[in-house]
């Protein structure tokens, strides 16, 4: 933009910043801040929110997973090869009765 010979004012500072600041850049925020006070542009410092999305999570050490137990482990392979005989077996259609 500044490229061809327009001049940001007000409201492109604003939206810049604000996008930034939503992106977790603050840095590149600040830097067009300071930017646009050299260049004489009326720019007020404001509270932008970051978007959760955005946002770095501190990496946690890893957490010990729980050891499944015996009884839940055979519990859960029951269950698992019951789905896997239900499969072979031919299921009863609605359109499949027979007439009287």
Do not use: W
Request: net charge positive.
């Amino acid at each position: 933009m500044k490229k061809d010979g327009c001049e940001p004012g007000i409201k492109t500072y604003d939206l810049l910043m604000g996008k930034l600041c939503a992106h977790n850049r603050l840095d590149k925020a600040n830097s067009l801040f300071n930017e646009a006070q050299k260049r004489g542009v009326p720019v007020t410092p404001k509270a932008y929110q970051v978007d959760p999305k955005y946002v770095k999570k501190p990496k946690d050490k890893k957490v010990a997973k729980k050891r499944e137990t015996l009884p839940e482990k055979m519990a859960r392979k029951r269950r698992r090869l019951k789905q896997i005989r239900l499969s072979f077996v031919k299921k009863p259609r609605r359109g499949m009765r027979r007439a009287f």
